[in-house]
């Protein structure tokens, strides 16, 4: 599923339920077919606090484990994601993040659980809010390139913002709107034109073009075009 297809079916989502069914479908096509998300603290949600609020393809008996062996307590998936924003392999932390023994002990039980080619998303709410979303494959060989970390990153925050919304959550701060030159940059961004393109398109220099496109991203607080594509859409700036 194209990007721009799965962010605007997603904002069309009207129940949880409806929302993670598009969201298992897409991960799915990308090879990784179990999923978590999990609420690292309270995010004023009706219905009150609940940890792990979805899961596809878990199985019951790793969960069980998991929480038995108090792995949450010391997981460095769990530890990572109070410290980062950006998506991670859980191989890497083997490789260069000097784990306890407990903490290599968890990721290879996991392994052997099925849970195999792992990464994870942290994920920013209102105020403190945090969460992560955990997806894993059930075979290994899954692609997961930065190409793929950058995409699901996209996609789960996405998913976090509307199951926010569905549950009620407080509202998330709305970035600041853009100007009529910004949304023109912007579209023509969107649809693959360069900036020298888009500099003779708006008959503007091609500085001007650099100087709207920081102001795009600092108004949609993302760093790239792909990311401030997706929330221009959700913003009804750019259709689909």
Same mark, same amino acid.
């Given at each position: 599923? @194209? ?14 339920? @409806? ?16 999923s978590?998300?999990v609420l690292l ?6 219905g009150?606090? %609940? ?5 596809c ?13 108090r ?11 109070? =410290?980062?924003?950006? =998506? ?16 290599l ?6 392994? @052997? ?5 792992g990464?994870?998303?942290?994920l ?12 894993? =494959? +059930?075979?290994r060989?899954?692609?997961?390139s ?42 023509? +961004?969107? +649809?693959?034109? %360069?900036?020298p ?5 708006l ?7 650099d ?11 993302? +760093?790239?075009?792909t ?8 913003m ?5």
């Amino acid at each position: 599923m @194209e990007l721009e297809a799965f962010i605007y079916e997603v904002y069309q989502s009207k129940t949880v339920d @409806e929302l993670f069914a598009i969201y298992e479908q897409a991960i799915w096509q990308m090879g990784l077919d179990r999923s978590v998300l999990v609420l690292l603290n309270d995010h004023q949600l009706k219905g009150g606090y %609940t940890e792990l609020v979805h899961a596809c393809n878990i199985t019951e008996d790793w969960a069980t484990w998991y929480y038995d062996q108090r792995y949450d307590r010391n997981d460095a998936v769990r530890i990572l994601t109070f =410290a980062r924003t950006d =998506a991670f392999r859980w191989r890497d932390l083997k490789k260069h993040c000097g784990l306890s023994q407990l903490q290599l002990r968890m990721l290879d039980e996991a392994e @052997e659980a099925g849970l195999y080619d792992g990464l994870s998303v942290p994920l920013r709410g209102e105020g403190n809010q945090i969460a992560l979303m955990s997806l894993s =494959a +059930s075979s290994r060989g899954a692609d997961i390139s930065q190409f793929i970390l950058d995409k699901v990153q996209l996609m789960a925050d996405q998913v976090y913002r509307r199951y926010c919304f569905l549950r009620a959550a407080a509202p998330i701060a709305t970035p600041a709107p853009l100007t009529s030159r910004e949304a023109d940059v912007l579209r023509w +961004s969107a +649809s693959g034109l %360069t900036k020298p393109l888009i500099a003779d398109r708006l008959i503007i220099s091609e500085n001007t073009v650099d100087y709207h496109l920081r102001n795009i991203y600092k108004k949609l607080g993302v +760093s790239n075009m792909t990311a401030a594509v997706a929330r221009a859409i959700n913003m009804g700036v750019i259709q689909p």
